[in-house]
Structures are given as C-alpha cells and as structure tokens.
C-alpha cells in the first residue's frame, strides 16, 4: 500500500522557473527519498534525506524534510525542458519502501 | 555504472498463458525486487528476495510467484495470466548492507495480457 502521497498529481511550468512538489506520509520514517521517471522507463533515485536532517541539497534540487508534520519537499531550480518526468517519494522504514502516485511535472520550453 | 536489466521493454500473452520476466543485476546486491506500476496507484511491490532462494511476500502477491536460483537473476513469473496483470512491472536491486537502501531500478516490462 501507499504511504507517500504527492501533491500536486500534475505540475506545468515553463523553463527557468521553480518546481516544487511535496509528499505527505502517516508513518515513521528512517529516510526519504526521491526519484524520478521518464515517460515508460524505470525510475532513478534522485536524493535520500535522513530522518534526522531537515534539508538537502543536490545540484538544482533541494529537499526538506518535517518529521512533525510528516512532511517533505523536492525543489527543483531553475527547470529545463529535460525535467519533465514524474517525481516519486519513497519512505524507508526498517527497509520496508513505500512509494506514493507521484507528482507529473511538464516543463515547457 | 550500477546495471539492472529485464528482459524484455514489451511482452503480449494471452490470458491462460503462463508468463516469466527475468530481471539481472551486476552489482552483486543482496536484495532484490519486483514492482508493478499502474496509474494512480503508484508502484506497489509483488515480491522481494533477500537473498539466493529466498522470498518475502509483498502487498500484492497474489497470482504471482518468484524465483531467484542466482543471486545475480530474480524471476517473476504469472502462473495463468489475466487481464488485470496487464501492468508495468518494475525489477529493482539494493545493497543490504547500505545504511541507507536506494533502490536501482531496470527500465521496465509494460506487459499487455489480452
């Protein structure tokens, strides 16, 4: 089952603007992790942030994390047309994964 | 670079018809799994194997079942295929061993049964 739920589904942007998209879980965490899909291929990791940080940063990407609100976020700066993809939270307890539905993000040129 | 391949980018079976997608890594990674992905719902895990023989049972393991004789191959095999296992299936490894365990993930079998 789900744990992550990513908000919003669909995000549209134009280049060189900021994407964010968040993730919301119910229940403890070890760490966090974002990864990313292109349209119909598998996904790649992009960022782990432990339970015990509260940002990290990745080239253009910036992730937050809020253990009392149950919370993250993935900043992408300054987006390109080649961001386009779904973006995808998975929280890790005691290595069980649970990825949400993920966030749609089309950046056009 | 870490790899993780499937076998196949595109499979068509017909209901009834027993199904195998072969998943290999070559990193040596201890764990290992098999996802499917359908719209909405994300990716949801079928099996994973800890280790050469062994498996677990994930949230949906229903109509499924695993193999894993080399540590190197995972196996995911549809008994009696259906309609309703027309999906995206996903492989995916890890090192155990990790304190933090990131997933490595093959491009995906988008398996149509008709």
């Known amino acids: 089952s789900q744990q992550g739920e990513e908000d919003p589904q669909a995000l549209s942007i134009q280049e060189g603007e900021n994407a964010t998209m968040n993730c919301s879980y119910k229940?403890?965490?070890?760490?966090l992790q974002w990864y990313r899909q292109n349209s119909g291929r598998g996904l790649v990791h992009l960022i782990l942030?432990?339970?015990?940080?509260r940002e990290k940063h990745s080239g253009r990407l910036r992730v937050t994390l809020d253990t009392s609100k149950k919370s993250s976020s993935l900043l992408i700066t300054a987006s390109r047309a080649a961001d386009t993809a779904s973006y995808f939270c998975?929280?890790?307890?005691?290595?069980?994964?649970?990825f949400g539905a993920g966030t749609r993000l089309t950046v056009k040129p | 670079d870490v790899k993780v391949t499937q076998s196949s980018r595109y499979l068509v079976k017909r209901t009834g018809e027993k199904v195998f997608l072969e998943c290999v890594q070559d990193m040596d990674h201890e764990n290992m799994f098999w996802y499917r992905q359908d719209p909405g719902l994300g990716l949801r895990l079928i099996y994973f194997?800890?280790?050469?023989?062994?498996?677990e049972k994930g949230d949906i393991p229903e109509g499924y079942s695993v193999s894993r004789e080399k540590k190197e191959r995972f196996s995911l095999i549809l008994e009696s295929a259906s309609t309703n296992q027309t999906s995206m299936y996903l492989c995916?490894?890890?090192?155990?061993?990790?304190?933090?365990?990131?997933?490595?993930f093959g491009s995906g079998t988008q398996l149509s049964v008709l």
């Open positions: 998975a929280t890790d307890y005691n290595n069980d994964m649970r």
């Open positions: 995916a490894s890890s090192l155990v061993s990790s304190r933090d365990e990131k997933l490595f």
């Open positions: 942030i432990r339970s015990n940080e």
């Open positions: 229940t403890s965490i070890n760490n």
């Open positions: 194997s800890y280790d050469v023989k062994m498996k």
